[in-house]
């Protein structure tokens, strides 16, 4: 009690002290207290998200944020696949189709940027193989920050050295569903991605695989890898269709996008057609539009991550995509 006090005088000295300093001459040494507590007091939300200017925004928070990923989509074969759930959503939404990735243009090192926010120098991952030894990505992802604040993240991929994405304490499901596991049940993710949907989830990635796979048997963009995105976008139909009977599609900010693109048989280069990828966002506080501003893969993150009003850290190279909440814009820059 009596050090209470003693903090109280003290603190009260210091205020003083620190008001005459400043402002010697000026007798209205109240104003300044009162100026710095008052932007403590308005915002309620013990986790405002830091906004980039004064103006009375509302943060068009969701209550819940679905990432998916087709893996290796170029922005081309949305259409060439007629991906019709996509497009949907581009409609629904604000989308852009030119994208950045990060460079190696391939998926685990390209998945990590998306998902922790940051360019490969920070969360080191460059290698692209299941090497449980190296370890996890470096750095505070989005799965930690969702669940340090005691929101249900799940995780359903299909390649196994996503798990290296983010530790295993960081999501409470995690689901790799093997090629080998797939027999012919194509729809293995999407059943498990239902499930959790089921379970309730506040942050879920889902990860389609086979379009990557089918490219490099087949060729980007050939006849099998399109109907390969065909079939993957049925597949986000029925999540959509769970949403919606769920009457959980509203407040769900959904982000459509993909880890790189490909050429001929391949991809891992800075080739155009690799390093661009869509993007596209839709659910609460997005305004139809096509976006304008460049984004990149690591803004995803930071797009979740503010839709959810979780604080962003201050190291991630992610921005949020503002723009599509009718925010001021704050450039995303690349790596
Ligand atoms: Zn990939």
Redesign the pocket.
């Known amino acids: 009690m009596l050090r209470r006090y003693l903090h109280l005088t003290l603190l009260a000295v210091l205020l003083s002290a620190c008001g005459s300093t400043a402002l010697p001459s000026q007798p209205i040494l109240v104003q300044p207290p009162t100026a710095t507590l008052t932007p403590s007091i308005t915002p309620p939300p013990p986790t405002a998200t830091p906004i980039p200017t004064s103006t009375a925004t509302p943060v068009p928070k969701s209550r819940r944020v679905l990432i998916v990923s087709f ?2 989509l170029r922005p081309d074969a949305i259409a060439a696949a007629n991906m019709v759930n996509v497009m949907s959503l581009m409609q629904s939404g604000a989308y852009t189709l030119t994208a950045q990735t990060i460079m190696p243009t391939l ?1 685990l090192p390209a998945h990590s940027s998306m998902l922790v926010g940051t360019c490969p120098a920070k969360h080191i991952v460059r290698w692209n193989e299941y090497v449980p030894e190296n370890g996890f990505a470096q750095g505070i992802d989005l799965f930690d920050i969702a669940q340090a604040a005691g929101l249900r993240t799940v995780m359903v991929v299909g390649k196994e050295k996503l798990r290296q994405v983010t530790e295993p304490t960081s999501t409470d499901y995690f689901a790799f569903v093997d090629k080998t596991d797939k027999i012919d049940d194509e729809f293995a993710i999407v059943q498990l991605a239902i499930q959790q949907l089921a379970e309730g989830f506040d942050l879920m990635f889902v990860h389609f695989p086979n379009g ?1 796979l089918e490219g490099h048997d087949s060729g980007w963009m050939s006849v099998a890898q399109l109907r390969t995105y065909a079939n993957d976008d049925e597949s986000l139909g029925f999540i959509l269709e769970s949403l919606r009977k769920r009457d959980m599609f509203n407040d769900t900010l959904i982000i459509i996008t993909s ?2 693109g490909g050429h001929d048989s391949t991809h891992g280069t800075d080739l155009p057609e690799d390093m661009t990828i869509p993007w596209i966002v839709s659910g609460p506080g997005v305004i139809p539009m096509p976006i304008s501003t460049q984004v990149h893969t690591m803004d995803t993150a930071a797009t979740a991550a503010f839709s959810l009003g979780l604080p962003i850290p201050p190291e991630w190279d992610g921005v949020p995509v503002y723009e599509v909440f009718g925010m001021p814009i704050i450039p995303s820059e690349g790596c």
């Open positions: 893996d290796g998926t990557d880890d790189h």
